[in-house]
C-alpha cells in the first residue's frame, strides 16, 4: 500500500496567493483543502484530519493566535503562519500560541516547499523513532546519557548550556521565542530577562559552531527567536 | 501594643529629611561664648584644611577686624568681591548673593551668621542668604555668638545686661549639620584682651568692657557648653530614634503657649520654645481674639503679629482664633490638637480682690486634665504699665459717627414724646422702661458709643420731664435717685451687652462672607476652562476679599517663567527678577516678607500637588491689611485654590493633547498598514505565480524558464523598493516604536549576512569581532537592517571577490560599528550627501537602487541615539561606522549557573 498523501490546509484570503500555494504543494505531492477565513479554516480542519496548516496571519475575520489556540486545544499538527514583514510582534504572538514557523510574505515556492518539508518530516519522525542520539556537523548528542561529543572528544556544556541543546535539537527547524526558551530553560520567573538567552546561544554557538558569527546549525531569527538546523 | 516599631509618618518625615539634606549644602557653625573667642580664626583655619584637600573654598564676608593672625590665614584664599549697595547717601558694602550663586564654590565662608543686612538687600538676615546658599546646594562655614541665638536672647541680656538685637533662629542652630564649639577660658580671653587681641568698637568702649567682666564670661561659657551639649544631646536621640532604639518619649507631650495682647508674651514665646525644644516635642503658640480685644489699637495689635511671627521662627505652630471665650477657645484647641500642656503667662494684677482668679487658675478650673504651666512674663513695671493709656482703646469703642450720636438723641427724645401723654395712665416706673427701649435700640443700631450716650441723656430726660417736680433736674424725693442709678446701670449694662452682640454677629457674617467668597471663587473656577478665565476669578475674588489687585505669572515646562496672564482692566507692574525667584525657590518675597520686603507687591508661589505652576503676584491698597493671621490664611487658601485650578487646567490640555496625537498616530498607523498590505499582497502573488509557472506540466522551455526567473526577480526587488519606501515613511512619521533589548552584537551580525545572503555570495566577508564585547539594547530588526543595507550596498559597488570586513571598536559611551570593504570607495566629498533620500554614489550607473536605503540607515541608527559615517579608506574603499550607546548591560546571574552545575556534578 503506497504511503497517504499528506493533507495541507491552507487559509489564505488573497486567491492568487492561495492559488501559488496550492500549485506548489499538489506539485510537491501534498493533497490541499483551501479556505479564505479563519472560522471555515477551523472547520475544515477539524473534519479534513490534516497533517498541516498553512496560515495567514492578516485574515479579515479575526486574530490568528486566537485560531492557534483553538488548534493547539486538541491538535498537535504543525502550524507555519504567513506575515508581511514588520510584523514581529504578530510573529512572536503566534509562535508563543504553538505556531512552529513563520514565512514572510512574499516568498518563493523553494522557501514555503522547504519548510512544509522540514514540518512534515519532523512529525513523521516524531511519530516513528524514539531515539535519543542526535547528530549534526560535527556533534553528537546523546541525551539519554547526558554525553556531547565534538568530532568524537567530549565536550564540556554547562547545565543550562545543555537544557538549551536538548531542547533545541529536539524541536529542529521550528522557531522558538525568546519566551519559549526562557521559558523551558530557566523557568517561568525569567520569561522576560531574553538577554539571558542571547547570551547563552553565544555561549553555546561558541562551543558547537564552526564560525559563532555566521551561524549554521542555531540561526538567528531577528526579532523573533532561534531555529535549530540539524543538516 | 505599643512596641518599638517606628511611626511610620516619622519614618517618612525622617527620609524627607534625609532627601532635603542630601541634596542641602551642609552647615557648619563655629560657635562660641563671646567675640574674642577666635571663632573666625577657627573657621578660616578649617577652610584651609579644606583647600589643602583639593575643595573650592571661597570666602563670602570674613571680618578680621585687623587682627594680625587671622589676617594671614586669608592669604591663598579666593575671595568674592563684595557688592557696593548705596543706603541712604553711604555706599555700604554687603556680601554678594547673587555672586556667590553664580560662582557656585563647594564652601563658602559666611562670618558672623547674625549679622543684618543692609536695608534693601534681598533677606534681611545673614542666616537667610546662607539658608539660599545650602538649598541651592553649597556647603556654608559660618560663625555665630551664644548671646544671638533667639532663645537664649533675653536669658543673656539678664546676665550681661546689654541685648543684643541682631538674633539668629534656634532652628538654624539646630539643623545646623555641623556645631563645632571654639572655647577658651574667661582668663585666657581677659588676658587676650588686656594684649588688645580682641577686637572692640570705638563707640560704646565702656559697656563693652562692662561686657568683658570676668563673671559674665564664665555665665557665658557655661550657657554656650550647655547648649552645644543639648544640641548634642539632640542628637544622640536622633541617632536612638534612627536605630529605633526603645522611643524615649512614650507618650508625646506637646505645648500650647498662649499669649495676649500684653507685655512679655515674647518672654512666654521664648520660654515655651525652650521647654519644647529640650524635650523635642511639637508646640503651639496661639492668640484668642475676644470680642474685647478686637477693639485694641493698631499699634497694640503689631506686637501681637510679631510675636506670632516669632514664635513661628522658633519652630511653633501658630493660630490666631476667634472666640467670645478666651479660656474655652484655648482648652478646645487644645483637646483638639492633643496638646497636654499649657503655658500661659503670670498675671501681675495684685490680688487686692479676693474673688479674683488668675487666668491660670480659671483654665485650670474649666480644664482639670490639662497641665497648666505658669511662666513669668516681663517684670512687672507697674510705672510703665499705668502710663500706658488703655481706655485709648476704649475711646476708639466709644467711637462713631456724629449722625449715630444724633440718631440716639432721637431715640431719646421720641421715647420722651411717646412717655409724655401716658405720664397720667402709667407708674413712672413704666415710664423708665420706655427709656430703657431706647437704650437698646440705639445700641443695635448704631453701637456702644450712641447707646452710652443714650443711657446718660435717658436718666437726664426722665429726672427733667417726669420726675417731680417736673421740668426740672431737682429731685423732691431721694428714692428716685435709686431709680436714676439703676436706670442708667441697667442701661450701660445693656447697651455694652447689645453692642457685644452686635460686634460678634459683625464678626460673624464677615466670616461667613469670607467663605462664600472662597466658595464662590471655587466654583467659578471649576468651571473655568483656560488660564485668562482663572486670572480674572482671582482677580475678582482678590479685589473684593484682599482690595488687591493681582497678576497670574504661569511657568513653562522648563520652569521659566513667561510674561503675567493678561486680564481685562490690566496688571500691576509685576517684576520678573523676584517672580523667578520665589518660584525657583517655592517661598513667598516681597512685601510682607522676608525676601525684598521693600517691593510694594507680594509675590506668591502657586504650589500644586504635581509642580509649582507660577507666581500669583498682588499689589494690595493696604499692606498691613494682609498681614493680618487670618488673612495670610485666607490669602493661602486663594494662592492654593488658584494653583490647583492652573493645575486642572494644565492638565485638561495634556489630556486633550494625548488623544489628538494617539488619534493621528493610530490614524497614521492603520493608513501604512493599509497601503503596505495592497502594495505588497500583489508583489507576493507575482512572485509566488511566477515560481509556480516553473512548475507546470509540461515543463517550460529554457527561454520561458528564463522570463518566469526575471519576472520573479523584479518582482522582488520592486518588493525591496517598497519595503524601503515605506520603511523611511514610516520612521519619519515617528510611526517606529524601537523594541529594543540587551543583546550581543554578533547575533545580529550573523542574522544580517544570513539575510543578505545571496548577495553577498560573490565576496567574502570577514568578521572581526571581540569575544567579550558588553552586550548592547538596541531593536535586532532594524539594526539587523542597518547592516544589511551596508553588506547590501558593499557588495553592489564593489567588484565581485572583494573583501567586506566588519568589525567594531568600543568607546567610553558608544560602541562603532564599522562595515569596511577594499572597492573603489566614494566619491571624495560625497561622504555627507549619500545619507540624504533619493541619493546614490554614482549617478549615472547602471546599479540599481533609489538611494533611500543609507537616509533609512541614519533614521534607525539616530532612533537609537547613535550616529552614522561615511568615510573613504587610506587605501582604497569605502568605510560606513555607525555607533549605539553603550548604557548599563544587565548582569547575566552566573552565580545560578554554579549552583547548577555543583548539583549536576553531584
Given at each position: 500500500m503506497s504511503e497517504p498523501l499528506p493533507v495541507v490546509i491552507v487559509i489564505e484570503d488573497e486567491p492568487k496567493i492561495r492559488r501559488f500555494i496550492r500549485m506548489s504543494l499538489e506539485a510537491e505531492g501534498c493533497q490541499v483543502y483551501e479556505t479564505d477565513s479563519m472560522q471555515r479554516g477551523l472547520i475544515e480542519a477539524g473534519t479534513r484530519k490534516p497533517d498541516m496548516v498553512v496560515l495567514d496571519l492578516g485574515l479579515p475575520d479575526g486574530d490568528g493566535v486566537d485560531f492557534i489556540r483553538d488548534l493547539r486545544a486538541w491538535s498537535d499538527i504543525?502550524?507555519?503562519?504567513?506575515?508581511?514583514?514588520?510584523?514581529?510582534?504578530?510573529?512572536?504572538?503566534?509562535?508563543?500560541?504553538?505556531?512552529?514557523?513563520?514565512?514572510?510574505?512574499?516568498?518563493?515556492?523553494?522557501?514555503?516547499?522547504?519548510?512544509?518539508?522540514?514540518?512534515?518530516?519532523?512529525?513523521?519522525?516524531?511519530?516513528?523513532?524514539?531515539?535519543?542520539?542526535?547528530?549534526?556537523?560535527?556533534?553528537?548528542?546523546?541525551?539519554?546519557?547526558?554525553?556531547?561529543?565534538?568530532?568524537?572528544?567530549?565536550?564540556?556544556?554547562?547545565?543550562?548550556?545543555?537544557?538549551?541543546?536538548?531542547?533545541?535539537?529536539?524541536?529542529?527547524?521550528?522557531?522558538?521565542?525568546?519566551?519559549?526558551?526562557?521559558?523551558?530553560?530557566?523557568?517561568?520567573?525569567?520569561?522576560?530577562?531574553?538577554?539571558?538567552?542571547?547570551?547563552?546561544?553565544?555561549?553555546?554557538?561558541k562551543k558547537i559552531e564552526d564560525d559563532p558569527s555566521q551561524p549554521r546549525h542555531i540561526i538567528t531569527e531577528a526579532g523573533v527567536g532561534y531555529r535549530f538546523i540539524s543538516v | 501594643m505599643n512596641d518599638a516599631r517606628p511611626d511610620p509618618d516619622e519614618l517618612l518625615g525622617r527620609i524627607k529629611e534625609e532627601e532635603i539634606r542630601a541634596t542641602r549644602g551642609k552647615l557648619k557653625l563655629f560657635f562660641g561664648a563671646s567675640a574674642g573667642v577666635g571663632k573666625t580664626y577657627a573657621m578660616l583655619s578649617a577652610a584651609r584644611q579644606q583647600t589643602e584637600q583639593g575643595t573650592d573654598v571661597v570666602i563670602g564676608v570674613v571680618e578680621t577686624h585687623g587682627r594680625k593672625e587671622t589676617e594671614a590665614l586669608l592669604t591663598g584664599l579666593a575671595r568674592l568681591p563684595l557688592k557696593e549697595v548705596a543706603y541712604r547717601d553711604k555706599v555700604l558694602k554687603e556680601f554678594d548673593i547673587d555672586g556667590a550663586l553664580a560662582r557656585k564654590p563647594e564652601l563658602i565662608l559666611m562670618d558672623e551668621l547674625a549679622h543684618s543686612n543692609v536695608p534693601g538687600s534681598r533677606h534681611p538676615k545673614r542666616w537667610q542668604d546662607v539658608e539660599e546658599l545650602q538649598s541651592s546646594g553649597i556647603d556654608v562655614y559660618s560663625t555665630v555668638n551664644v548671646q544671638h541665638l533667639e532663645t537664649l536672647n533675653d536669658v543673656v541680656g539678664g546676665i550681661t545686661g546689654i541685648r543684643v538685637w541682631e538674633t539668629v533662629p534656634d532652628h538654624v542652630f539646630d539643623a545646623a549639620d555641623q556645631v563645632v564649639l571654639v572655647d577658651l577660658t574667661p582668663d585666657e580671653l581677659l588676658q587676650r584682651l588686656k594684649e588688645g587681641k580682641v577686637y572692640l568698637p570705638h563707640q560704646a568702649e565702656r559697656a563693652i568692657q562692662n561686657f568683658f567682666r570676668k563673671g559674665n564670661l564664665i555665665a557665658l561659657r557655661e550657657l554656650a557648653l550647655r547648649r552645644t551639649a543639648d544640641r548634642v544631646d539632640g542628637e544622640m536621640i536622633q541617632y536612638r530614634r534612627d536605630q529605633s532604639v526603645a522611643r524615649a518619649w512614650q507618650t508625646r507631650e506637646s505645648f500650647l503657649a498662649c499669649i495676649g495682647p500684653g507685655d512679655g508674651s515674647d518672654r512666654i514665646i521664648r520660654s515655651a520654645a525652650r521647654i519644647a525644644t529640650r524635650l523635642d516635642v511639637p508646640w503651639h503658640v496661639i492668640y484668642v481674639e475676644t470680642p474685647e480685644l478686637r477693639?485694641?489699637?493698631?499699634?497694640?495689635?503689631?506686637?501681637?503679629?510679631?510675636?506670632?511671627?516669632?514664635?513661628?521662627?522658633?519652630?511653633?505652630?501658630?493660630?490666631?482664633?476667634?472666640?467670645?471665650?478666651?479660656?474655652?477657645?484655648?482648652?478646645?484647641?487644645?483637646?483638639?490638637?492633643?496638646?497636654?500642656?499649657?503655658?500661659?503667662?503670670?498675671?501681675?494684677?495684685?490680688?487686692?480682690?479676693?474673688?479674683?482668679?488668675?487666668?491660670?487658675?480659671?483654665?485650670?478650673?474649666?480644664?482639670?486634665?490639662?497641665?497648666?504651666?505658669?511662666?513669668?512674663?516681663?517684670?512687672?513695671?507697674?510705672?510703665?504699665?499705668?502710663?500706658?493709656?488703655?481706655?485709648?482703646?476704649?475711646?476708639?469703642?466709644?467711637?462713631?459717627?456724629?449722625?449715630?450720636?444724633?440718631?440716639?438723641?432721637?431715640?431719646?427724645?421720641?421715647?420722651?414724646?411717646?412717655?409724655?401723654?401716658?405720664?397720667?395712665?402709667?407708674?413712672?416706673?413704666?415710664?423708665?422702661?420706655?427709656?430703657?427701649?431706647?437704650?437698646?435700640?440705639?445700641?443695635?443700631?448704631?453701637?456702644?458709643?450712641?447707646?452710652?450716650?443714650?443711657?446718660?441723656?435717658?436718666?437726664?430726660?426722665?429726672?427733667?420731664?417726669?420726675v417731680p417736680p417736673r421740668f426740672s433736674f431737682a429731685v423732691s424725693d431721694v428714692q428716685y435717685l435709686m431709680t436714676f442709678a439703676v436706670m442708667l446701670a441697667v442701661g450701660l449694662v445693656t447697651a455694652k451687652l447689645t453692642a457685644g452682640l452686635k460686634f460678634q454677629a459683625r464678626v460673624a457674617s464677615r466670616r461667613e462672607q469670607r467663605v462664600r467668597a472662597l466658595y464662590e471663587m471655587s466654583r467659578d473656577l471649576s468651571g473655568a476652562l483656560v488660564p485668562e478665565q482663572i486670572a480674572e476669578i482671582s482677580q475678582r475674588f482678590a479685589e473684593t476679599g484682599f482690595g488687591a489687585r493681582t497678576a497670574i505669572v504661569?511657568?513653562?515646562?522648563?520652569?521659566?517663567?513667561?510674561?503675567?496672564?493678561?486680564?481685562?482692566?490690566?496688571?500691576?507692574?509685576?517684576?520678573?527678577?523676584?517672580?523667578?525667584?520665589?518660584?525657583?525657590?517655592?517661598?513667598?518675597?516681597?512685601?510682607?516678607?522676608?525676601?525684598?520686603?521693600?517691593?510694594?507687591?507680594?509675590?506668591?508661589?502657586?504650589?500644586?500637588?504635581?509642580?509649582?505652576?507660577?507666581?500669583?503676584?498682588?499689589?494690595?491698597?493696604?499692606?498691613?491689611?494682609?498681614?493680618?493671621?487670618?488673612?495670610?490664611?485666607?490669602?493661602?487658601?486663594?494662592?492654593?485654590?488658584?494653583?490647583?485650578?492652573?493645575?486642572?487646567?494644565?492638565?485638561?490640555?495634556?489630556?486633550?493633547?494625548?488623544?489628538?496625537?494617539?488619534?493621528?498616530?493610530?490614524?497614521?498607523?492603520?493608513?501604512?498598514?493599509?497601503?503596505?498590505?495592497?502594495?505588497?499582497?500583489?508583489?507576493?502573488?507575482?512572485?509566488?505565480?511566477?515560481?509556480?509557472?516553473?512548475?507546470?506540466?509540461?515543463?517550460?522551455?529554457?527561454?520561458?524558464?528564463?522570463?518566469?526567473?526575471?519576472?520573479?526577480?523584479?518582482?522582488?526587488?520592486?518588493?525591496?523598493?517598497?519595503?524601503?519606501?515605506?520603511?523611511?515613511?514610516?520612521?519619519?512619521?515617528?510611526?517606529?516604536?524601537?523594541?529594543?533589548?540587551?543583546?550581543?552584537?554578533?547575533?545580529?551580525?550573523?542574522?544580517?549576512?544570513?539575510?543578505?545572503?545571496?548577495?553577498?555570495?560573490?565576496?567574502?566577508?570577514?568578521?572581526?569581532?571581540?569575544?567579550?564585547?558588553?552586550?548592547?539594547?538596541?531593536?535586532?530588526?532594524?539594526?539587523?537592517?542597518?547592516?544589511?543595507?551596508?553588506?547590501?550596498?558593499?557588495?553592489?559597488?564593489?567588484?565581485?571577490?572583494?573583501?567586506?570586513?566588519?568589525?567594531?571598536?568600543?568607546?567610553?559611551?558608544?560602541?562603532?560599528?564599522?562595515?569596511?570593504?577594499?572597492?573603489?570607495?566614494?566619491?571624495?566629498?560625497?561622504?555627507?550627501?549619500?545619507?540624504?533620500?533619493?541619493?546614490?554614489?554614482?549617478?549615472?550607473?547602471?546599479?540599481?537602487?533609489?538611494?533611500?536605503?543609507?537616509?533609512?540607515?541614519?533614521?534607525?541608527?539616530?532612533?537609537?541615539?547613535?550616529?552614522?559615517?561615511?568615510?573613504?579608506?587610506?587605501?582604497?574603499?569605502?568605510?560606513?561606522?555607525?555607533?549605539?550607546?553603550?548604557?548599563?548591560?544587565?548582569?547575566?546571574?552566573?552565580?545560578?549557573?554554579?549552583?547548577?552545575?555543583?548539583?549536576?556534578?553531584?
Open positions: 504543525p502550524i507555519i503562519v504567513l506575515s508581511a514583514r514588520t510584523t514581529e510582534a504578530d510573529k512572536v504572538g503566534a509562535l508563543d500560541a504553538g505556531a512552529d514557523d513563520y514565512l514572510t510574505k512574499p516568498f518563493g515556492a523553494a522557501e514555503l516547499l522547504a519548510r512544509v518539508r522540514a514540518q512534515l518530516r519532523r512529525r513523521s519522525s516524531a511519530v516513528g523513532s524514539g531515539s535519543t542520539v542526535f547528530e549534526f556537523g560535527k556533534i553528537r548528542v546523546d541525551l539519554g546519557k547526558r554525553i556531547v561529543e565534538l568530532s568524537g572528544k567530549p565536550l564540556h556544556l554547562t547545565p543550562i548550556e545543555y537544557r538549551l541543546l536538548a531542547y533545541l535539537i529536539t524541536h529542529p527547524d521550528s522557531v522558538l521565542t525568546h519566551r519559549q526558551l526562557l521559558k523551558t530553560v530557566w523557568g517561568p520567573s525569567h520569561a522576560d530577562d531574553s538577554h539571558y538567552v542571547r547570551v547563552y546561544m553565544g555561549l553555546l554557538r | 477693639h485694641l489699637s493698631e499699634k497694640r495689635r503689631l506686637p501681637i503679629l510679631k510675636n506670632l511671627k516669632l514664635a513661628q521662627e522658633t519652630g511653633a505652630e501658630t493660630a490666631s482664633l476667634a472666640g467670645s471665650d478666651a479660656i474655652e477657645t484655648i482648652v478646645d484647641y487644645a483637646r483638639d490638637h492633643n496638646l497636654s500642656n499649657i503655658v500661659v503667662g503670670r498675671d501681675h494684677v495684685r490680688d487686692w480682690r479676693p474673688w479674683y482668679r488668675s487666668f491660670a487658675d480659671r483654665v485650670g478650673k474649666h480644664a482639670p486634665d490639662l497641665d497648666v504651666i505658669q511662666v513669668a512674663r516681663e517684670e512687672a513695671r507697674p510705672d510703665q504699665r499705668q502710663e500706658e493709656p488703655t481706655d485709648e482703646s476704649l475711646l476708639d469703642r466709644l467711637n462713631a459717627p456724629w449722625q449715630s450720636f444724633a440718631m440716639s438723641v432721637v431715640f431719646c427724645a421720641l421715647a420722651t414724646l411717646i412717655a409724655m401723654p401716658l405720664h397720667s395712665v402709667f407708674d413712672l416706673a413704666n415710664i423708665a422702661m420706655l427709656f430703657l427701649m431706647a437704650v437698646v435700640l440705639s445700641a443695635v443700631r448704631y453701637g456702644l458709643g450712641p447707646a452710652v450716650a443714650a443711657a446718660f441723656l435717658n436718666v437726664a430726660a426722665f429726672d427733667f420731664f417726669f504661569l511657568a513653562d515646562e522648563k520652569g521659566r517663567l513667561q510674561e503675567p496672564i493678561q486680564i481685562p482692566g490690566g496688571v500691576p507692574a509685576v517684576d520678573m527678577g523676584i517672580s523667578q525667584w520665589a518660584f525657583d525657590h517655592g517661598a513667598e518675597a516681597g512685601c510682607g516678607t522676608d525676601t525684598l520686603a521693600g517691593s510694594p507687591l507680594l509675590y506668591i508661589p502657586l504650589k500644586a500637588p504635581m509642580r509649582t505652576r507660577g507666581v500669583l503676584v498682588l499689589e494690595p491698597r493696604h499692606q498691613r491689611r494682609l498681614m493680618a493671621p487670618e488673612q495670610r490664611r485666607l490669602l493661602d487658601t486663594f494662592a492654593r485654590l488658584t494653583a490647583i485650578s492652573l493645575e486642572r487646567v494644565h492638565y485638561v490640555d495634556v489630556a486633550q493633547m494625548t488623544t489628538v496625537q494617539m488619534e493621528s498616530e493610530r490614524l497614521r498607523n492603520s493608513l501604512l498598514s493599509a497601503i503596505s498590505h495592497d502594495l505588497r499582497t500583489p508583489l507576493a502573488a507575482l512572485v509566488g505565480l511566477a515560481d509556480s509557472m516553473s512548475m507546470t506540466q509540461p515543463p517550460l522551455t529554457a527561454q520561458q524558464c528564463e522570463i518566469a526567473m526575471s519576472m520573479r526577480e523584479e518582482s522582488l526587488r520592486m518588493n525591496s523598493l517598497v519595503d524601503n519606501l515605506l520603511d523611511m515613511a514610516r520612521l519619519q512619521a515617528g510611526a517606529v516604536k524601537l523594541n529594543r533589548q540587551w543583546q550581543p552584537l554578533e547575533e545580529v551580525v550573523g542574522s544580517a549576512i544570513k539575510a543578505t545572503g545571496a548577495t553577498l555570495a560573490r565576496h567574502r566577508v570577514s568578521v572581526n569581532l571581540p569575544d567579550d564585547l558588553p552586550l548592547l539594547q538596541f531593536d535586532a530588526v532594524l539594526i539587523e537592517r542597518v547592516l544589511s543595507n551596508l553588506l547590501e550596498n558593499a557588495a553592489k559597488y564593489t567588484p565581485p571577490g572583494s573583501m567586506i570586513g566588519i568589525g567594531t571598536t568600543l568607546g567610553r559611551d558608544y560602541e562603532d560599528i564599522s562595515v569596511e570593504d577594499d572597492g573603489p570607495g566614494l566619491p571624495a566629498g560625497k561622504e555627507e550627501e549619500i545619507f540624504k533620500k533619493f541619493e546614490r554614489g554614482q549617478k549615472e550607473s547602471a546599479t540599481t537602487g533609489v538611494g533611500l536605503g543609507l537616509a533609512i540607515c541614519r533614521a534607525i541608527v539616530e532612533a537609537h541615539g547613535g550616529t552614522i559615517r561615511a568615510e573613504n579608506r587610506r587605501g582604497s574603499g569605502a568605510r560606513f561606522v555607525f555607533s549605539l550607546p553603550r548604557g548599563n548591560p544587565p548582569s547575566v546571574d552566573t552565580a545560578e549557573e554554579d549552583v547548577l552545575q555543583e548539583e549536576s556534578q553531584k
